[in-house]
């Protein structure tokens, strides 16, 4: 097994977790009717932030590479893993429900199908998505892993299965919940390690400025073409939401630059890495807890300053997150929880 820290992922994770709060207290929403700085807000809400998924994804999936990707290690130590963390993020989920009087829409579960939909969804919490997705995929990891060695290394092949997988999201359009958004991040994952694991210059900067610039050439011409073709302001989001190659680009090219990032964070960004984990899964429940007091923020804020509302809910989310967590990890059971 190899025990290298990349810091580079730190610096991923920090910055990924505090994109999903910064989008999630909807930060930028106060500048979508101003002329110009709108469409800036648009293209950031669209083509930037969302590029924190695949992030996570990328991260967890190399890891799970470079243990061997085999399925001992997933079925005995990386699946039991994310249950328990799914699992006991339910249980809390299940007690803010009763607390708040929350419907939960069990009543429309009917049948297994209507069951698995609804635990592809998050559940009780919706984003609670993202670790039932990470599980699904990290088992089809497993299956690519073995078909890779079956295959004699092929990465040509695993090139190719990255291109049909990217492609087939504009075909399929899944919803934002649903895991097949994050196939091509399994192949992804396995070509950036095996070019990592087997050259062992990966950290010279200079070697990979024209893969860098050839990546953020694609993302932009691709996020150009979904504007063009995939816009649709009738819907209630303006481009799919994950089911898009522009995203697979981008994410790949952000992962690429963390990868070969050889200092450690420092200050905040190194804190909210340590507890990313436990501030996306609470991060949500604040959110939702201070918007109810909308009268609140109307006392606080005068009219001619309710455009920072979203940046004071950012800010307060934030410390409330990071404050949980510290507090849940003093309590040793609860510490692989968040």
Known sequence: ????????????????CLTVVFFH???????????????LANIASYNIFPLAVPIFF??????????????????????????????????????????????????????ARDLVSWLLKGGVSWELYFLVSLMIITVLAALNQYLYRKTNRS??????????????????????WHPFNFLPYIFSSLIVYQLYQNNPTFLDYKKHFKILIGLSILFVIMSAFEWVGMYDSNRWVLLPPYSRASLVLGGCLIFYIGLILKEPPKGLLLLVANY?????????????????FKSVWTMVLPGSLKFLQSSLLFVIVL???IATVKYLRNIKFLKQFT
């Open 1 to 16: 097994m190899e025990k290298i820290r990349y810091y580079g992922f730190d610096h991923l994770r920090g910055l990924a």
């Open 25 to 39: 207290s909807q930060v930028l929403n106060p500048l979508l009717r101003v002329p110009v700085l709108g469409d």
């Open 58 to 111: 990328q991260i967890s999936l190399f890891l799970t590479y470079s243990k061997g990707g085999d399925t001992q290690y997933i079925i005995y130590r990386k699946l039991p893993q994310l249950l328990k963390i799914f699992g006991l993020w339910t249980f809390a989920g299940f007690i803010e429900a009763y607390w708040f009087q929350k419907d939960l829409h069990l009543s429309s579960i009917k049948n």
């Open 155 to 176: 990465i040509e092949l695993q090139w190719l299965f990255l291109a049909v997988s990217s492609l087939s999201l504009y075909v399929y359009q899944f919803p934002l």
């Open 276 to 292: 990313s984990l436990g501030i996306y899964c609470l991060h949500v429940k604040f959110i939702t807890l201070l918007n109810s």
């Open 319 to 321: 410390i409330l997150s």
